[in-house]
């Protein structure tokens, strides 16, 4: 469950139209609807890739190209965007639990420099539309683990409902943390969750030091204490992983960085991966990081058909 957004990556021919529309360079900025369209008006004339996007869904997409049954839910709007997300991840075989609203749908419009840095203007639309009422028992049956991106984290009535319908189902619950600023304003409210219904956490170093106020390994110790799998990802270190007495330090993959975008959903896609095929704590990891390692060598957060085979093929 996350939030229901289209990615638009466009690759800029100069940082000035990061300037014509007042964004930072290397900034994620939240922006309302009508200066999301005058970007879109702004770069019109310039080649795009839109796919469909989300920390959920990223990790979703991932687990789905490794054969794994899975579903997503999430909220739209009545538009283009909208039937391009419903038909994209349908098109990868995704069950989809997919509310319509009368707002547009979010949009993320990655702005790609000469130097391949990225400034991202979000419109959350009708992502963060999604509501308590929308979740019911039925949408858990059947699955065995419930994974769930921080972002929503701030609408509390939606996650305690979705954890608690997804406990009675004897779901897993795997929770990515996905920003330390979320995390930092609701980190009464993630204690209670992590205590009561979340059996893996996932979380790079920022969210663990915002959560925990500790350095990565001490934070993986914390979390461990508090759940049954601890994941703290640590960039080109790594990721540390816990279970009760038993942790791993594991690596990275030689890789030729051109954009980080989507590395830790597709970590996290590895990672469950490996769980679903009950492998080794040390051998989810390494699957991680492969993942991870595949998606920062392309543009965007999709790695082509070529590239899921040679990762298929590699798994």
Not at 267 to 272: N, V
Request: one cysteine or more.
């Amino acid at each position: 469950m996350g939030n229901a957004l289209v990615d638009i990556l466009v690759r800029l021919e100069s940082d000035r139209t990061l300037e014509v529309f007042s964004l930072p360079k290397g900034s994620m900025q939240l922006v309302d609807r009508n200066t999301s369209r005058r970007i879109l008006a702004g770069i019109d004339n310039l080649d795009k890739t839109i796919t469909s996007g989300g920390s959920a869904a990223n990790t979703i997409h991932g687990l789905a190209e490794l054969g794994i049954r899975t579903g997503f839910i999430g909220t739209v709007g009545r538009d283009r965007y909208g039937d391009f997300f419903r038909n994209d991840m349908k098109r990868h075989n995704i069950h989809t639990e997919l509310f319509q609203s009368s707002t547009e749908s979010g949009r993320a419009i990655s702005l790609i420099s000469p130097d391949s840095e990225r400034t991202f203007a979000t419109y959350l639309g009708a992502a963060i539309e999604l509501e308590p009422d929308h979740i019911t028992q039925e949408q858990f049956k059947g699955y065995n683990l419930f994974h769930m991106e921080g972002y929503l984290v701030q609408n509390h009535d939606l996650v305690r409902q979705a954890f608690i319908l997804a406990r009675r189902e004897n779901l897993k619950i795997s929770l990515d943390m996905a920003s330390y600023n979320v995390v930092e304003e609701n980190i009464d409210f993630l204690e209670e969750m992590v205590k009561n219904y979340v059996d893996i956490v996932f979380a790079n170093e920022e969210e663990a030091r915002s959560f925990t106020g500790k350095a990565p390994e001490e934070a993986l110790h914390h979390f461990a204490e508090m759940c049954d799998i601890a994941v703290v990802k640590t960039g080109k270190s790594g990721s540390l992983v816990k279970r009760g007495e038993e942790f791993h330090k594991i690596g990275i993959i030689p890789a030729e960085s051109v954009d980080t975008t989507g590395a830790g959903d597709l970590y996290a896609a590895g990672f469950l991966y490996g769980l679903t095929k009950n492998l080794p704590l040390n051998r989810c990891g390494e699957m991680g990081a492969l993942l991870s390692g595949r998606v920062i060598e392309v543009i965007g957060s999709k790695v082509d058909e070529s590239q899921w085979k040679l990762i298929r093929d590699l798994l």
